[in-house]
Every structure is written in structure tokens, then in C-alpha cells.
């Protein structure tokens, strides 16, 4: 079976994201959050330095929450933050973090 690749944004290729791979957030300390009224309505925006990730789907505001806090987490920790988060669901927008360098790989859990 071939493995699944992605290419990041400097074109590296990187395996598809795993549920125990660890994620750590390397310029958390500079992240705020804030909810704002947008043109969608009420939507949670976190400022990571000079970029912004905005989420505009009330479901996904627990993530959001969430993500704004911890440092390190993995994708079984994450899918626990909300309410009948699935992992096909969440671990695209995981993965565009990645690919955004807000997040960055940080082995499997325990290893």
C-alpha cells in the first residue's frame, strides 16, 4: 500500500498526518485569541505572530479554544476538545497548521 504525501508550503514531502503524532506549537507563547463579528457571524480568531487562523464554524470553537492553550498535543488528545470531533474532519485543518508552520511534527506519543 503507498503511503499517503503531502507537500508543504517550502514543497517538502510529509506522510499524512498520524492520530498519536505529536504536534507542538513552537510560537504559542505569541498566540492571542479573540472572538469578532465577522461577515459569516460570530467567529474565533487566533493571531500567531503574523499570521491569523480564523474559525468560522461555531462547532469548531472548542478546537480553536483549545489549540490557543496548549503547546504540545496530539491528534487523539484533539479530538477529544469538542463535541463528536472525527478524526477525518479535524486532521485536515491539523495538517494546514502544519503546512503553515504554526504547528511542526514532534515524533509519535511516548517516542
Known sequence: MASEAARDRRGR?????????????PQRARWSRSYVAGARGRELRID????SVTFYDPRLFALGEELATRTCFTGAEAVTWGSGYAWDEIRPLLEALLDEGLLERGGAEGG
Do not use: D, F, V, Y
Not at 13 to 25: D, N
Not at 48 to 51: C, V
Open 48 to 51: 500567531a505572530g503574523s499570521q
Open 13 to 25: 514531502t510529509a506522510s499524512a498526518l498520524g492520530l498519536a503524532e505529536r504536534l507542538i506549537a
